[in-house]
């Protein structure tokens, strides 16, 4: 087997190194508790599952772009921009000015219409459903389940106890963390550029075309690819 091949353990890089960054990859560290692959690569690489569906999850963190090819089961991967499937060009959303200090408590369940626009961070002892094409420009703590419309821009982060579904074309800038589960739709995209952001739940199921610059990880199951909805 190719000596690059047996450094990643199974995983299949499809682009070539130089001999001194493959020393590079086998430098094993983990915060997670299993292996890291660190790749100092600032260009874009790819990553493809094993053949075997044995294999253990796959644990990654590089840099630049990463386009990871579908279906993978993994528990982290972390990288300026990871993009999952069919990525469409990225366009940059305008930025919003935030709003400090402005808050706003509420109590039961509540829905957002579509085409809302909420100024400053939002706390909901529920659930929480927002329309599509609304604007949140501040950060969300939830009691229970969050759904976000698609097409819908959140300029802070996402907090739920419950699950969390961020629907097709959605935007959120900030980090996402649920105690049950993410999902991430089609075209959804999670971080900026200059501001990475983080996906961590015990369960993770990313849909074709979606994108994170930063950090996904899944303690229990991470799973990346097409129709994940029906996987709920």
């Known amino acids: 087997m190719n000596p690059m091949l047996k450094a990643v353990s199974g995983l299949i890089l499809l682009f070539p190194l130089p001999t001194a960054l493959q020393a ?25 599952a094993p053949h075997s569906q044995d294999h253990e999850p796959v644990s990654m963190h590089t840099r630049g772009r990463l386009d990871v090819k579908l279906p ?7 990288a300026d921009e990871l993009c999952f499937g069919d990525c469409a060009p ?11 200090g402005t808050q706003s408590v509420r109590t039961g369940d509540v829905k957002l219409d579509d085409g809302s626009h909420t100024h400053g961070d939002l706390f909901v002892h529920g659930d929480l459903h927002i329309g599509h094409h609304a604007r949140i420009n501040g ?27 961020i629907g097709p074309g959605a935007r959120v800038s900030g980090p996402l963390l649920s105690h049950r ?3 991430l739709s089609p075209r959804s995209v999670i971080g900026l550029w200059h501001q990475p952001a983080s996906v961590t739940a015990p369960k993770v199921l990313l849909d074709s075309g979606c994108r994170v610059f930063g950090c996904v990880a899944a ?9 994940v909805g029906s996987l709920q």
């Open 90 to 100: 990225f366009q940059p959303a305008p930025a919003w000015p935030r709003h400090p």
């Open 139 to 165: 950060g969300i703590t939830v009691d229970g389940d969050v759904k976000v419309g698609a097409g819908t821009h959140i300029s802070g982060g996402i907090i739920a106890r419950g699950t969390l579904f």
């Open 72 to 78: 993978l089961h993994f528990k982290r991967l972390a």
């Open 219 to 227: 303690s229990e199951h991470g799973w990346a690819g097409s129709n």
């Open 181 to 183: 589960q993410v999902v």
């Open 24 to 48: 590079h990859l086998r430098r094993f560290h983990n915060t997670l508790g299993a292996p890291r692959r660190v790749v100092p690569f600032d260009t874009h690489s790819t990553l493809a």
